[in-house]
């Protein structure tokens, strides 16, 4: 959309990141296309509280930050798993006791370049790439293809001119071959020239030549938003009032001669002396916006951008405005359906073959948010094992609907029909996020828990506690695992592991993370109160009602009172009363932090007559960790049924002599109705090399469980796991990034020894398809092994595995794939706005929401490629909270987003040229379990271009023409080169005149021919017009 009196952008340098191997990284210098270079953004840093990023004009790769960690530059790739922390915090960092395969089998996507970054100050000029960041911070939300730096920095002179980045970006990127030794930050340089300024630069002088009005980019608060006509009048600048509303997020309306501006900071009133009206078009002038609305504007000659600072717009440190200063432009739902998650699962073993589905729904109502999960295996009555109606109200939660609810560990697990309401004086963000009906203030250990985390998407998990697996699931596109109120066995909250598979190979996990849950957890701060109270009838209501399924203490009166306040920041009490049918239970206890390293809790219950105590004791101390836990159920206590006492007493320390070393022992002796074991067991984790990581210790009842990973080159690795006398050994090794090869073996116990060799297909899309083919071999049988997954439709992905010969230690083990043949469907969908869209990227809570958008292509054609756009979703701060990239068909999806109002914010570089985005950014309302519905309109943009010649043919130079909408209103401009040719840009579909206007040495324009011009779907050449009058004759007047 450049006028060709301007001289062109210098060529930018573009760094390409080659997808088959980034070790051949290489500089291209790349002329960026004439139209496209007004598509270009200027530096547009970004403060997310992790990283400081900033955006180079024109780089193809818009989007993909560069990333030094410690002096190394890596590629954050889809393989790394890192990017996805467990939903389930507890406050400490989750920990990974194994090598993940994705970070040493993809390791080659890591590019060795110890560059140091030079800091510059926020003013910096627009063509300048940088990377500003704390050392050692890092944003874990970071999408797969940016790159962030985080180095120490080194202050640079702000004044630097944009010219010099392109050579600056250079030299640093050069100096990576050179170690970081030899590299000398840039000292001060004080000799810069400094920026060109509006009213002397060659540029601005072309403007004002083409009667002042030019179309330019417009940057707020350090985002490119879109692009507006400015004049220039003398040396101030000059806004259109439509179009700047609309983009700095402010409206106004005329009053009687005056016109009210309302901003998200409050209304303003204008008189009309401080407006301009020019051909017919209303404008604000530089001083009216600085003296009436505190905005800042700067005419960026050398980028051609208007750059503006709205106060409404600013970031942490310097506004102190909340999110409730920002005025939603989209509102989210009051009722309505938001997500749907269908799981299929068949199987067949032996000639039986059985059916098992789930059916997930949640969506908004009244401004709170309901949720229904229906489960059916096909033999007996379907199972509406999940509904609620859910609502926060300040610092009041009210829930309705059948309910889990586990108060504590002394305290039975109750099933309730009815109404819980919570109350706490303590911030929404201090608790967890709940997904499911349970409390809606729950305390950390109590034995019912809900587990909720992003896992890479269509990957299998496993929830394991104390070495037994208790939970699995297959994990959908939006790479988000749930497990609903898991029983937790008795004293084993702080051995709670994720096992993690990849979608075509799970043999051996490629990952496995910590969710301990520590006594430390249950503190609240000093003068913190949480409240619970529920009432209603035992059981399923729905369910016994609907398909009468009442059983003998189904139907009966309960409730539940808990009491918790934090007397200090040591010292917290709890309390709680739960009427069951049969009894009433109570229990009184306290959490207290004895010293800065040790935290006792302790609690005392009464149950039918009898007396139970917990007891857990963390001791901390930094390379010392002791883990002490004691409870006791006597007979009676749990239920009537109960036939002896209960208990588990043990003691776990582990000390850790380095990184690499960490070794202890577990003492323990438990008993429950049907089994007992007491054991002295030594636990440890070693790794004596990079590539080399040993792992073991006893599960519950003491049987061993030893894990081994061994990586001789990046792609092979060798695995070998024991579970009491089951051995599972396995070797694989990636061909290239596609192909796969594996070798297996299973042994032990009371079955044959069996043998597996498969060749796996990775896609590198997760909607292409992945297969695995294959062997197996035992005891003399030979069967095939063959398996597919891939997305068969946007929101549904498919897995279907046959087994010649199950693998029969995998039983044991509750693992994937015993049966010969396994068919799982799963969808996620979301609903917004009457459209559906799958579900690639969200997740929804009580109070977290998401956002779904689309490009839209207003009028003309639509068989545009929208993908790749970069949508960016920011808090009231500038904070980015979370991003996406656009689908081909132009639809974006961000979720997981807490309550409150959010900047939507739309990177244009990766569409067509031929689309023009007449607004950037959208401030959109987030709404718990509710899915915002937003749209960018884009418009098609072509041009014309052509000839001015006088009588005789020969070429006029230096005269302004025009286009001329059918309103008669102008709409570009521009100037002829010496040789009489012009050239319009960014002109949407439509009818226009071309004409020559009134000029120096052309006194009477309505004399001269017209041409009258069509847009339509392409860019229209050889639009000339030959005036009547020599160019001679034209000099001669002038002068």
Same mark, same amino acid.
């Given at each position: ?132 960041? +704390? ?19 080194? !202050? ?22 050179? *170690?970081?030794?030899? $590299? ?6 004080? *000799? ?58 402010? *409206? ?32 604000? !002038? ?44 989209? /509102? ?147 790479? %988000? ?59 399923? /209501? ?135 074991? *007491? ?33 001789? !080159? ?60 294959? $062997? ?29 010969? +199950?693998?029969?230690?995998?039983? $044991? ?175 949407? %579909? ?50």
């Amino acid at each position: 959309m450049l006028h060709l009196a301007l001289p062109p952008t210098p060529p930018i340098v573009v760094i390409t990141l080659q997808s088959e191997n980034v070790f051949d990284k290489h500089l291209d210098d790349k002329n960026i296309n004439f139209i496209k270079q007004q598509k270009g953004t200027v530096a547009a840093s970004e403060n997310d509280g992790n990283a400081t990023s900033a955006k180079a004009q024109n780089l193809d790769n818009v989007g993909e930050e560069i990333q030094l960690q410690n002096s190394t530059l890596g590629i954050a790739t889809t393989s790394n798993n890192e990017k996805f922390p467990p939903e389930f915090s507890t406050g400490n960092p989750a920990d990974t006791d194994l090598t993940l395969a994705s970070e040493v089998v993809n390791s080659t996507d890591e590019v060795v370049a110890g560059v140091p970054s030079v800091s510059k100050n926020a003013n910096q000029s627009a063509n300048e790439l940088v990377a500003e960041v +704390p050392a050692g911070s890092k944003n874990v939300n970071q999408p797969a293809d940016e790159v962030v730096a985080e180095v120490p920095s080194v !202050s640079k002179n702000s004044n630097q001119p944009a010219e010099n980045s392109s050579n600056s970006a250079v030299t640093s990127l050069e100096a990576g071959t050179k *170690s970081s030794s030899d $590299l000398k930050p840039t000292e001060n340089n004080n *000799s810069s020239p400094a920026p060109v300024s509006p009213d002397s630069s060659t540029i601005t002088q072309n403007i004002k030549a083409v009667d002042g009005n030019f179309l330019v980019g417009v940057i707020i608060n350090r985002r490119e938003v879109g692009s507006l006509d400015i004049r220039i009048d003398g040396n101030s600048i000059l806004v259109p009032l439509g179009a700047f509303a609309e983009i700095a997020d402010f *409206s106004f309306e005329n009053i009687d001669g005056n016109t009210r501006l309302k901003t998200p900071l409050g209304v303003v009133e204008l008189l009309a002396s401080n407006l301009k009206e020019i051909d017919g078009i209303t404008y604000l !002038s530089e001083a009216t916006l600085k003296e009436k609305l505190s905005i800042l504007l700067k005419f960026d000659s050398a980028n051609l951008a208007l750059v503006v600072d709205l106060p409404w717009r600013r970031g942490s440190g310097e506004s102190q405005q909340t999110a409730s200063a920002l005025q939603p432009e989209v /509102l989210a739902p009051i009722s309505g359906l938001s997500s749907l998650r269908q799981e299929l699962q068949i199987t067949n073993s032996s000639g039986d073959t059985r059916f098992r589905s789930s059916t997930l729904l949640g969506g908004r109502l009244a401004g709170g948010n309901w949720r229904v999960r229906l489960n059916n295996n096909f033999v007996n009555q379907p199972d509406i094992s999940e509904y609620f109606f859910y609502k926060r109200s300040n610092q009041l939660r009210y829930q309705v609907g059948r309910q889990q609810i586990g108060l504590h560990p002394l305290l039975n697990g109750m099933n309730l029909t009815g109404a819980q309401i919570g109350y706490s004086n303590l911030p929404a963000d201090r608790f967890r996020q709940q997904y499911s009906a349970s409390e809606l203030l729950p305390r950390r250990s109590q034995p019912l828990q809900s587990f909720r985390g992003e896992v890479p998407p269509a990957s299998f998990v496993q929830l394991r506690v104390s070495g037994i697996i208790v939970a699995q699931q297959q994990v959908g596109l939006n790479g %988000i695992y749930e497990f609903i109120d898991v029983n937790l066995p008795t004293g084993n909250n702080n051995d709670i592991e994720l096992l993690i598979f990849d979608r075509n190979n799970i043999n051996i996990p490629v990952e496995i993370r910590s969710l301990r849950i520590n006594a430390s957890d249950l503190l609240l701060p000093a003068g913190g109160n949480v409240q619970l109270g529920g009432l209603g009838l035992s059981g399923n /209501l729905a369910q016994d009602s609907l398909f009468g399924d009442f059983g003998s203490e189904s139907g009966k009166l309960v409730g539940f009172y808990q009491l918790r306040q934090g007397l200090s920041e040591n010292l917290t009490f709890e309390g709680s009363v739960q009427s069951i049918p049969g009894t009433v239970q109570t229990q009184a206890g306290f959490i207290w932090r004895l010293a800065n390293p040790a935290v006792l809790a302790t609690s005392l219950g009464t149950s039918r007559g009898q007396v139970g105590y917990t007891t857990d004791l963390d001791i901390n101390f930094g390379k010392l960790e002791i883990l002490g836990n004691s409870q006791l159920f006597p007979t009676g206590y749990n239920s009537s049924s109960q036939s002896r006492d209960r208990f588990n007493h043990s003691l776990e320390t582990n000390y850790k002599f380095s990184n690499n070393f960490k070794l202890g022992f577990i003492a323990r002796s438990r008993q429950d109705e049907s089994r007992n074991a *007491s054991y002295i067991i030594p636990t440890f984790t070693l790794n004596p090399f990079n590539n080399l990581s040993l792992r073991g210790r006893p599960d519950l009842d003491g049987r061993y469980l030893f894990s081994s990973y061994y990586y001789p !080159s990046r792609a092979t690795r060798l695995a070998f796991n024991t579970f009491g006398d089951i051995y599972t050994s396995d070797i694989t090794h990636n061909l290239n990034r596609n192909y796969q090869f594996s070798l297996g073996g299973e042994f032990g116990g009371d079955l044959e020894p069996r043998y597996s060799t498969t060749l796996n297909y990775n896609s590198r899309n997760i909607s292409g398809l992945s297969w695995r083919v294959g $062997l197996a071999y035992s005891d003399g049988d030979v069967g095939p092994i063959v398996g597919a997954s891939m997305q068969v439709l946007p929101g549904l992905f498919a897995r279907a595995e046959y087994q010649g010969i +199950p693998s029969r230690s995998r039983s $044991l083990l509750g693992g994937f794939g015993d049966d010969r043949l396994t068919v799982l469907l799963v969808s996620d969908l979301s609903f917004a706005g009457g459209g559906v869209a799958p579900a690639s990227s969200y997740g929804l809570g009580q109070e977290k929401g998401g956002i779904s958008g689309q490009i839209v292509v207003e009028g003309g054609k639509k068989d545009f490629n929208l993908g790749g756009a970069n949508i960016r979703v920011l808090d009231s701060r500038n904070n980015r909270v979370g991003t996406a990239k656009t689908d081909s068909a132009g639809n974006f999806f961000v979720g997981n987003l807490r309550e409150g109002i959010y900047i939507v914010e739309l990177d244009p570089d990766r569409l067509p040229i031929e689309l023009a985005v007449g607004k950037t950014t959208i401030v959109a309302e987030v709404a718990g379990a509710a899915i915002t519905r937003l749209s960018f309109a884009v418009t098609e943009e072509y041009g014309l271009a052509g000839r001015i010649t006088d009588v005789a043919g020969k070429p006029m130079a230096e005269v302004r023409v025009e286009l001329i909408n059918p309103a008669g209103a102008r709409v570009l401009s521009t100037m002829t080169d010496q040789f009489g040719l012009y050239r319009l840009d960014g002109v949407p %579909i439509g009818n226009y005149t071309l004409r020559v206007p009134s000029q120096d040495g052309i006194t009477n324009s309505e004399t001269l021919p017209k041409l009258e011009v069509a847009i339509n779907k392409d860019f229209v050449y050889d639009q000339n017009l030959q005036l009547p009058i020599t160019a001679a004759a034209k000099d001669t007047k002038e002068k």
